[in-house]
C-alpha cells in the first residue's frame, strides 16, 4: 500500500482549557474525496486549520507528500501543494476576477509568463462557468459567484489536495447542484478534503467520510456505512438533518 | 480592446488593457519634463527641480504605503539616511558626489532593513508608531552628534565639491536634468515593479494579507522587501536633495519630513504610478500660492485638502483612474 499524502497523528488542539481537537489519527490516501462531517464545534475548521497551517497544533504531528509539515508555516505548505478554501469568502473584492485567479496561477506556476498565466486564468474561470465575467471587480459579484471565484482560486493553484471548508454554505439550491458537478469532475484530478454541512452533498460527492465529534475521531467509513453507524446516528444525523 | 467603461474602477484590469499604454505614458510624462524645462521661466524651473526631488521620495513611500497597504510614519528616517550618508562624508571627508551617492543610498538601504525587520513584528496602528519612534530616535541620534551634523543649523554642501564628471550640478539648467534623470529612473522602475510578480503580491497583501499567505506568497518577505525597497528609494531623494541644493539638516530628520510624503500620496493619489509626482506637484503650488495672498498660508492650503480628501478620497490620480482612464497603473 503507497504512503497517504496526508496523515495526522495525535492532531490535539487547546484553546485555554478547551480542547477543540483531541488525539485525532487521519490518513487520506492520493486521489479521493473525503468529506469530514460533524455538528458544529465538533473541530473540524480548527483540524482542518492545523493541517493547512492556519492554526499552530498544541500537540502532535501531520504529514503531507511524504514529509513532516508540522512546524512549517502556512505558505510553505501551500507552496508543497495544498490549497485551502475559506469557509467564509475571503477574495480580493477591489481586484478584478482574472486578477484574483492569475494571484493564484502566479504563485503555482515555476515560471509566471503573463500568456502563460493569462491562458491559465481563462482555463480555469472557464471551467468553474465565470469566463464572461473575468474583468468584472470581484466584490460585485454576486455571493454564489463569489464562492465559486474561492474555488477558482484553489484551482489556480493545480493542488494536490484541495481542502474545501464549507463551500455550499449560503449557496442556493441550483448553485448545489453546479457546485456538486465540479466537485464530481475535480475528483479525478486531485485529492479533495470536503468540510460540509449539507448530508446531501456529502452522501452524494464523497467516496470516504470521516466523523468528528467533541474534538475526536467518531466514525469513519464509506457513506454507506457512515448512514448505518448508530453511534454517528446519535452524535449526528440524528439530531439534525437526515 | 479597451475594457468598457465602469469596470474594475479601483484597479486596473491587467491582463486585458494594451501592454503598451503603461509605457507610453511614463515615457510621455518624462518627455513632457524635458519639453517643459525649455519653456518654463527660471523660477519654475527651479520649483520643478525641487519637486522631481521630493517626488521620488512622495514615490518610494508610495510603495510602502500606497502598494502595500503599510502605513508608516517614519519615513523621514530614511530620507534623511539618504541625505547624510551622503552629506556626511562630502562634508567631513571631502567625498566626491558618485561615491558618496552610492554611500547614501548603501545607508538608506542598510537603515530601512533593519528597520523592516524590527517593525514587520508589528501590524497596524502599532506599525505606525514603531516607525514613528524610530524616526524620532533618528532625528535625536542627528542632534546628539551635533558635533559633525550642526544638527538643527544644518551645514552646506560647497559648491566646488558639487561637480560630476565636470558638470556643475549648482548650475540651474543640469540640476534640472539630473534631478529628471533620477526621477525618470524612479517612475520607470516602479512602473516596471508593480507589473512583476512581485508588485502583484504587494498589491494582494494589502488588500487580504491572509488570502495572499493562503495562496503561498510568504508575506513577510514581500513587506520586507517593499521596506527595503521604499526606504532606500526615499534615501535615493534624500541624497539627491543635499546634493542638488546643497543642504543637509536636522529638519529633514523631524516628524514633518515623515508626514509630507503621506500628504503628497494621499493628494495625487495612493497606489498609484503618477499620483506622487501630481500630489507633490498640487501641493508645492498650493502653498507656494496661497503664501503670496496670505501670511496664514497653511490655512488656505489645509482647506484645499480638506476638499479634496472629501470630494477625491481616492486622491486625484485615483479619481482620473475611476471616471476615465481604468487602466491607470
Given amino acids: 500500500m503507497t504512503a497517504p499524502l496526508l496523515s495526522t497523528r495525535g492532531l490535539s488542539k487547546s484553546f485555554g482549557g478547551l480542547e477543540a481537537v483531541r488525539d485525532v489519527d487521519f490518513d487520506l490516501p492520493e486521489g479521493q474525496i473525503r468529506a469530514l462531517i460533524g ?74 509568463h503573463p500568456a502563460a498565466v493569462d491562458q491559465r486564468v481563462a482555463a480555469v474561470l472557464d471551467r468553474v462557468g465565470l469566463a464572461g465575467r473575468a474583468y468584472q471587480t470581484a466584490g460585485e459579484l ?27 454554505q449560503g449557496l442556493a439550491e441550483s448553485e448545489v447542484e453546479t457546485f456538486k458537478a465540479l466537485i464530481r469532475t475535480l475528483g479525478g484530478e486531485t485529492t479533495i478534503l470536503l468540510i460540509e454541512h449539507n448530508m446531501r452533498v456529502v452522501m452524494e460527492t464523497a467516496e470516504y467520510i470521516t466523523v468528528l465529534d467533541g474534538g475526536r475521531r467518531l466514525a469513519e467509513g464509506t457513506p454507506a456505512e457512515i448512514r448505518a453507524d448508530a453511534s454517528v446516528q446519535r452524535a449526528y444525523l440524528g439530531s439534525g438533518s437526515p | ?118 517593525a514587520l513584528r508589528t501590524s497596524g496602528v502599532a506599525f505606525m508608531i514603531v516607525t514613528l519612534m524610530f524616526a524620532q530616535a533618528g532625528f535625536l541620534t542627528v542632534l546628539l552628534f551635533g ?28 540640476r534640472y536634468f539630473a534631478a529628471l534623470t533620477l526621477f525618470g529612473v524612479c517612475l520607470l522602475l516602479i512602473a516596471w515593479l ?61 516628524v514633518q519630513y515623515s508626514i509630507l510624503p503621506l500628504l503628497w500620496v494621499l493628494l495625487g493619489g495612493a497606489g498609484t504610478t503618477i499620483g506622487p509626482f501630481i500630489g507633490t506637484v498640487f501641493m508645492f503650488y498650493l502653498i507656494d500660492l496661497a503664501s503670496g495672498v496670505t501670511s496664514a498660508y497653511m490655512l488656505i492650503a489645509g482647506l484645499a485638502l480638506v476638499l479634496l480628501t472629501i470630494f477625491a478620497p481616492q486622491g486625484l490620480a485615483g479619481e482620473l483612474r475611476r471616471r476615465l482612464m481604468s487602466w491607470l497603473p
Fill in chain 2, 1 to 118: 480592446m479597451s475594457p468598457p467603461a465602469g469596470e474594475s474602477p479601483h484597479w486596473p484590469a491587467v491582463g486585458r488593457t494594451p501592454r503598451f499604454r503603461s509605457p507610453l505614458l511614463h515615457a510621455g510624462i518624462i518627455l513632457g519634463l524635458i519639453v517643459i524645462h525649455f519653456i518654463l521661466p527660471e523660477y519654475h524651473n527651479g520649483n520643478l527641480a525641487r519637486i522631481m526631488v521630493l517626488a521620488v521620495y512622495a514615490m518610494g513611500y508610495n510603495i510602502l504605503f500606497g502598494y502595500t497597504g503599510l502605513l508608516s510614519l517614519g519615513h523621514a528616517l530614511f530620507f534623511a539616511a539618504g541625505m547624510y550618508g551622503l552629506g556626511l562624508p562630502m562634508h567631513l571627508l571631502g567625498a566626491t558626489p558618485a561615491p558618496a551617492f552610492l554611500g547614501g543610498l548603501a545607508t538608506a538601504l542598510v537603515v530601512s532593513a533593519v528597520i523592516g525587520f524590527l
Fill in chain 1, 142 to 168: 454576486s455571493y454564489g459567484h463569489q464562492r465559486l471565484l474561492e474555488i477558482a482560486m484553489g484551482l489556480g493553484q493545480t493542488p494536490r489536495l484541495f481542502i474545501l471548508d464549507e463551500p455550499t
Fill in chain 2, 147 to 174: 558635533e559633525y551634523t550642526r544638527g538643527d543649523e544644518g551645514f552646506v554642501i560647497q559648491q566646488a565639491a558639487r561637480q560630476v564628471a565636470g558638470i556643475d550640478l549648482t548650475d540651474p539648467s543640469n
Fill in chain 1, 39 to 112: 455538528p458544529n464545534g465538533a473541530g473540524k475548521s480548527t483540524f482542518v486549520g492545523m493541517i493547512c497551517g492556519r492554526i499552530p497544533a498544541s500537540r502532535g504531528d501531520v504529514r503531507f507528500a511524504g514529509r513532516d509539515i508540522t512546524d512549517l508555516a502556512a505558505h510553505r505548505r501551500i507552496g508543497l501543494g495544498m490549497a485551502y478554501s475559506f469557509q467564509i469568502t475571503s477574495i480580493f473584492a477591489r481586484l478584478s476576477l482574472h486578477e484574483n485567479v492569475a494571484l493564484a496561477v502566479r504563485r503555482a506556476l515555476a515560471q509566471p
Fill in chain 2, 194 to 254: 508593480v507589473q512583476t510578480p512581485f508588485g502583484r503580491c504587494l498589491v494582494a497583501i494589502r488588500e487580504n494579507e491572509e488570502r495572499a499567505r493562503l495562496l503561498g506568497y510568504d508575506v513577510l518577505a514581500h513587506k520586507l522587501g517593499a521596506v527595503i525597497i521604499s526606504g532606500t528609494m526615499s534615501g535615493a531623494a534624500g541624497a539627491a536633495y543635499a546634493l542638488l541644493f546643497g543642504y543637509a539638516g536636522a529638519t529633514f530628520a523631524s
